[in-house]
Nanobody, 125 residues
Framework: QVQLVESGGGLVQAGGSLRLSCAAS????????MGWYRQAPGKQRELVAV???????NSADSVKGRFTITTDNAKNTVYLQMNSLKPEDTAVYYC???????????????????WGQGTLVTVSS
């Protein structure tokens, strides 16, 4: 099992910056991708940015040039540096991890998908 703990959300004025952190614990060797999604009130959850263990990143067009995703493999932590924040960035941000592991009972490979509890980011105009 993998657990994700997020931190770093809060209230910031438009144009400001925040950094989100998400620390993974448990069977972290099973993770091959970590990242962030967000869900604004009344909207569906959407991708913000993800990063694979190999360093490949994918991010939403709406955050390119403003948000940067990085990982610290030694700490099993993913960060989201958010600059030039806009009111439309207001949302609950969820940490995400995916990967696979071998079931200890039947040796079958199982997929892993884990979500954090979410952290609220509010950007005031």
């Amino acid at each position: 099992q993998v657990q994700l703990v997020e931190s770093g959300g809060g209230l910031v004025q438009a144009g400001g910056s925040l950094r989100l952190s998400c620390a993974a614990s448990g069977n972290t060797a099973s993770i091959d991708t970590m990242g962030w999604y967000r869900q604004a009130p009344g909207k569906q959850r959407e991708l913000v940015a993800v990063r694979t263990a190999g360093g490949t990143t994918n991010s939403a067009d709406s955050v390119k040039g403003r948000f940067t995703i990085t990982t610290d493999n030694a700490k099993n932590t993913v960060y989201l540096q958010m600059n030039s924040l806009k009111p439309e960035d207001t949302a609950v941000y969820y940490c995400y991890a995916e990967g696979s592991y071998r079931d200890p009972y039947d040796a079958h490979e199982r997929s892993l998908e884990v979500w954090g509890q979410g952290t609220l980011v509010t950007v005031s105009s």
